[in-house]
T-cell receptor
Framework: EDQVTQSPEALRLQEGESSSLNCSYT??????LFWYRQDPGKGPEFLFT???AGEEKEKERLKATLTKKESFLHITAPKPEDSATYLC????????????FGGGTRLMVKP | DAGITQSPRHKVTETGTPVTLRCHQT?????MYWYRQDPGHGLRLIHY???????DKGEVSDGYSVSRSKTEDFLLTLESATSSQTSVYFC?????????FGPGTRLTVL
């Protein structure tokens, strides 16, 4: 039973074409939801933490939102340098500091 | 980067040989983690540590052991490597709010 599911698995966009990535989760109590960016051959790089439904965080062209069942990573007017794999992870109330990751969305932005 | 190094960065070994991967941090964080990343499975937790000599198992701990004798070092050992342990291994450290990842070690078991 998957706790964290990301969709789509891969997404191709033209430069400037805005879109959203989805992360749906099923946990009994959410302590936090995390977004990471991973470039090929590198470790995941922290982007955002969201703690409660309705919360939003922004960084440059990225905005993360959270509901009780899912999170969205909105990418506005993407550039080729935004191409990467985006990972989301959840931290449950009774799981200490451990994270459960989704499979990721591979984003490709063409100029 | 969050002051995390992993060594070696690449390793090729043969089935049945022991392998030790090292994670070193300069942040003095209490929590350290070992993950493996495989296509179709994402990142999965192998073991973690919440202090010197304090470790616990993660989701995929079979075939792996860990040790932490100093705050800054967390070692992952494959006692007898198998082909199913071919993967990319990431170390992470945590300030109890966020996890920061190292650059990874690509391990190939032939």
């Amino acid at each position: 039973e998957d706790q964290v599911t990301q969709s789509p698995e891969a997404l191709r966009l033209q430069e400037g074409e805005s879109s959203s990535l989805n992360c749906s989760y099923t946990v009994s109590g959410l302590r936090g939801l995390f977004w990471y960016r991973q470039d090929p051959g590198k470790g995941p790089e922290f982007l955002f933490t969201l703690y409660s439904a309705g919360e939003e965080k922004e960084k440059e062209r990225l905005k993360a939102t959270l509901t009780k069942k899912e999170s969205f990573l909105h990418i506005t007017a993407p550039k080729p340098e935004d191409s990467a794999t985006y990972l989301c992870a959840v931290q449950e109330d009774n799981a200490g500091n451990m994270l459960t990751f989704g499979g990721g969305t591979r984003l490709m932005v063409k100029p | 980067d969050a002051g995390i190094t992993q060594s070696p960065r690449h390793k090729v070994t043969e089935t049945g040989t022991p392998v030790t991967l090292r994670c070193h941090q300069t942040e003095n964080h209490r929590y350290m983690y070992w993950y493996r990343q495989d296509p179709g499975h994402g990142l999965r937790l192998i073991h973690y540590s919440y202090g010197v000599k304090d470790t616990d198992k993660g989701e995929v701990s079979d075939g792996y052991s860990v040790s932490r004798s100093k705050t800054e070092d967390f070692l992952l050992t494959l006692e007898s490597a198998t082909s199913s342990q071919t993967s990319v291994y990431f170390c992470a450290i945590s300030d109890a709010r966020r996890q920061f990842f190292g650059p990874g070690t690509r391990l190939t078991v032939l």
